[in-house]
């Protein structure tokens, strides 16, 4: 079965082909909780992300150093662990958004079209 835009399929697929350098981005300015990632996902309209999809990226994009982490203590529970961007994370999500502006341009082309 194709995907449509109708059965949401489409977001769905667009979203986890972005999500790790959304996440990323979301890291440029400041140390996140995990939760927090989360939150600010789901408050951006189409990203709304579960927590069982962000934690596994979180530790797969520590895993190829994109992201290192450090314990902090919390005033309403145990440590949390906080995420940090790596220069090899900044790297990467340079190239992506460079990436991203060719492939946007590229798909306006053939989507302005279908506006006609």
Known sequence: MVPTA?????LSQLRKGTLEYCVLALLVDQDMYGFDLVKALSEV?????PQGTVYP??????KEELVST???ESTSGPP???????AKGRRALKTFVEDWRRFK???D????RADQ
């Open 70 to 72: 450090q314990w902090q």
């Open 45 to 49: 309209d189409g990203m709304a992300t």
């Open 105 to 107: 341009e590229a798909v």
């Open 80 to 86: 949390r662990r906080y995420y940090r961007i790596t």
């Open 6 to 10: 109708r059965d949401g399929s489409s």
């Open 57 to 62: 990226l979180l530790a797969r994009l520590r």
């Open 109 to 112: 082309t053939f989507v302005e």
